[in-house]
């Protein structure tokens, strides 16, 4: 096969996906990766600046993207997100559900607003497009390895916090869910359950050195993933390579819920 050929087989050749939280660390690197592999991306962030900045990144490799500022808290703004990749480009193939926040300086209220109803806006009228169509699709949630465990840090109780590890769990709920409704319509719901990955996210925590540490001791590889390698899961959960996998989440975590 000539060398032409084989760069135009990108494995989302066709497909059209909404990324949300796509300005920053693992969103911006999920958007960069499907863009490369010839999805048309749809870009979207409460910033609408990075968002745009990522769409832009993206054109200027040579792929198909476009950016909006969506603040996935908002019903009405995760279903005009989804409204606007059909507008664009006719049909809705791929939604991954990655806006998160965390941290200290977040109420419970909001953590839960942003990753546990905006995760569940994205699946129910990302669902409901995909099932209008009749062609199927492919929806990731983006959970944690702390929504399948607790975590024990060495600052004091609550882990990373409460509502961090209560809408994680969520996250695991809604995809079996959705995945359970659709399954009969060829529509694959999965979760990506990073580790501690290197992103703006990590700030906070990374401040201490004792915390940096404990993150990077506590994974068996000994070191903080990177947005890259989670970004190729979501590849694999967004694309004919994970055909039968559905309802289901996939950790990567470097070995650091195994201990
Ligand atoms: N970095 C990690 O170690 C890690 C580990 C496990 C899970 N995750 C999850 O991965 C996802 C991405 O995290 P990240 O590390 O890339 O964080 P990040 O802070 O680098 O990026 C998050 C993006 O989401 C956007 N965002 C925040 N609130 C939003 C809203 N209401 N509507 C739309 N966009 C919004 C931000 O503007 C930002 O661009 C999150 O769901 C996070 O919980 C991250």
């Not at 909006?68 to 809705?92: C, F």
């Not at 941290?103 to 099932?131: D, F, K, R």
């Not at 996250?171 to 959705?178: A, D, P, S, Y």
């Not at 590849?235 to 201990?259: K, M, N, P, Y």
């Amino acid at each position: 096969m000539a060398a032409e050929e084989i760069r135009s087989k990108g494995r989302l050749d066709g497909k059209t996906a909404l990324v949300t939280g796509a300005g920053s660390g693992i969103g911006k690197a999920i958007s960069t990766v499907f863009g490369h592999e010839g999805a048309r991306v749809m870009a979207s962030d409460i910033n609408e600046e990075s968002a745009a900045a990522v769409a832009a990144q993206i054109e200027d490799a040579g792929g198909e993207a476009r950016s909006l500022r969506t603040d996935t808290t908002s019903e009405e703004d995760v279903k005009g997100a989804i409204q606007a990749v059909v507008d664009a480009w006719g049909k809705l193939d791929i939604v991954v559900n990655n806006a998160g926040i965390g941290g200290p300086q977040y109420t419970w209220e909001q953590v839960i607003a942003v990753n546990e109803n905006g995760v569940y806006y994205g699946c129910l009228h990302g669902l409901a497009q995909m099932i209008k169509q009749g062609e199927g699709g492919a929806i990731v949630n983006l959970s944690s390895m702390m929504g399948v465990s607790g975590t024990t840090t060495p600052v004091g109780p609550g882990g990373v916090g409460y509502a961090y590890h209560a809408s994680k769990h969520a996250v695991i709920g809604l995809t079996r869910q959705f995945g359970l409704d659709g399954g009969p319509h060829n529509i694959r719901v999965n979760a990506i359950c990073p580790g501690w990955i290197e992103t703006p996210l990590l700030a906070p925590l990374k401040m201490s050195e004792e915390l940096t540490k404990w993150m990077i001791d506590g994974a068996p590889m000994g070191r903080l993933g990177g947005a890259d390698e989670v970004a190729k899961a979501a590849l694999f959960l967004a694309s004919e390579d994970s055909s039968f996998v559905t309802a289901t989440h996939l950790v990567i975590d470097g070995g650091w819920t195994a201990r």
